[in-house]
């Protein structure tokens, strides 16, 4: 990838961090956490990789996206505001009554949105079943997944993994914001995943690609890349993420739900137009 295109989904990820933070701060709390450390992820799939269609969300040969972890629907309605499938602003509705964006992510209510998730676990067995599908009907188009490392303590994750490895599905890259952090506290102590969540989806048959940073678009580009590569079994990235990365009040705790001040709440939005404007200026 060339220098310009880099920059450009630097700059992508900055905006999409910067209107996260709107779009939570319109409702006064929420999941900051988990939504700002995918923010780099979603620059790359919907900036470089996969192809689609805003004017056209459901048109059947685009490559698919599936939230499997719940609370980072912000960062999804970010994304999609920005590729122009509605009106950013519309997203600043986040959660309230008569939304067309509720906490978790709504098919039937969301321009841009495959599938309904919010259940933790139940994603990856969507994109299991879209990517199946898509093979079956001779479409070419690619399936990602988007799950939490605290998400992978569902059992129902790895009934996908194991029938995904079975079915050979190269057309499906699960992706794990993999940002040491759950709702309870660190994932290593809530539920440790032993020799790590790579180990797992490796002895299920998977190919598995770490990206030591999962906060760089270039790393998590060139990781896709790999996965396309990949013939004859599905691949799975794992993103070593920072938890709230770029929000002032949340990155130094890793909180997995926040409710700030309005002060905090300036000072965070603040600080990420700021560093948008640093991206955007570098050469």
């Known amino acids: 990838m060339d220098q310009q295109k880099l920059h450009e989904l630097r700059v992508f990820a900055a905006e999409i961090r910067l209107e996260t933070l709107k779009i939570i701060a319109s409702r006064g709390f929420g999941h900051v956490g988990g939504s ?6 979603m620059a790359v799939l919907y900036g470089e990789v996969m192809n689609i269609d805003p004017k056209n969300p459901r048109w059947e040969d685009r490559d698919w996206f599936v939230l499997s972890k719940g609370h980072g629907g912000p ?3 970010a994304t ?7 009106p950013i602003e519309k997203a600043y509705t986040l959660n309230q009554p008569g939304t067309d964006f509720p906490s978790h992510t709504d098919r039937n209510k969301t321009p841009g949105v495959d599938l309904t998730t919010g259940s933790l676990g139940q994603g990856m067995s969507e994109a299991v079943g879209a990517a199946l599908g ?3 009907q001779g479409r070419s188009s690619h399936v990602f997944v988007a799950i939490g490392d605290g998400e992978a303590d569902e059992g129902q994750i790895w009934e996908g993994a194991q029938f995904a490895a ?3 599905l190269d057309n499906l890259t699960c992706l794990v914001d993999d940002n040491k952090r759950q709702l309870d506290g660190a994932v290593a102590d809530v539920m440790s995943h032993g020799k790590g969540i790579g180990a797992k989806f490796d002895a299920f048959g998977w190919n598995v690609i770490n990206v030591e940073d999962g906060n760089d678009v270039e790393q998590i ?3 896709i890349q790999q996965a396309y590569a990949c013939k004859g079994k599905p691949t799975c990235l794992i993103l070593n993420t920072v938890k709230g990365k770029g929000a002032t009040f949340a990155e ?3 909180a997995h739900s926040s409710q700030p001040t309005q002060e905090q709440w300036d000072e965070a939005i603040a600080a990420s137009q700021a560093a948008l404007e640093a991206v955007k200026n570098e050469k």
């Open 36 to 41: 700002m450390s995918m923010a780099d992820a």
């Open 75 to 77: 960062v999804m309605y």
């Open 80 to 86: 999609l505001g920005l590729k122009g499938y509605y």
């Open 134 to 136: 898509n093979r079956v």
């Open 166 to 168: 079975h079915y050979k």
């Open 221 to 223: 580009y060139n990781a």
């Open 252 to 254: 130094p705790t890793g």
